[in-house]
């Protein structure tokens, strides 16, 4: 995995226990009803979603109307693969305002799933 997209990975799971650690602090005061549970990514087996940010050195890139997702030295090292390619769907204007892409597994299959932001 590209470092970028590793370090959105730990900004989100930093981001979920800051917020857990608040919300078990208003549980503790008396100011929560429900005691929180620490955050729950996946369940056993499962894969995590994985946020491809399009900026910096590992971010994804347009061929021939593919988007490459490349995925780092160490992937490349331990399993030869450099790379893999998702087709561009039809409703996405990749070189507006993309901001990240977000893979997931759903059925065994790989389901991208743009977010959007403004700029």
Known sequence: MPSVAAQQTLLS???????FKELRQLFFR??????????DYRDSG???K???PNIG???PTLENGMIRFPLGLQVNRWFG????FLPLPKNLDF???????LLSAQNDAVMEVPAIRGT
């Open 46 to 48: 499962s894969v995590f």
């Open 95 to 101: 070189a507006g305002n993309v901001s990240d892409l």
């Open 50 to 52: 994985v946020a491809f």
């Open 57 to 59: 050195a590992g971010k």
């Open 30 to 39: 008396g100011e929560l009803d429900q005691k929180p549970k620490p955050p």
């Open 81 to 84: 693969l450099k790379e893999f």
């Open 13 to 19: 799971v930093s981001e979920a226990f800051k917020s």
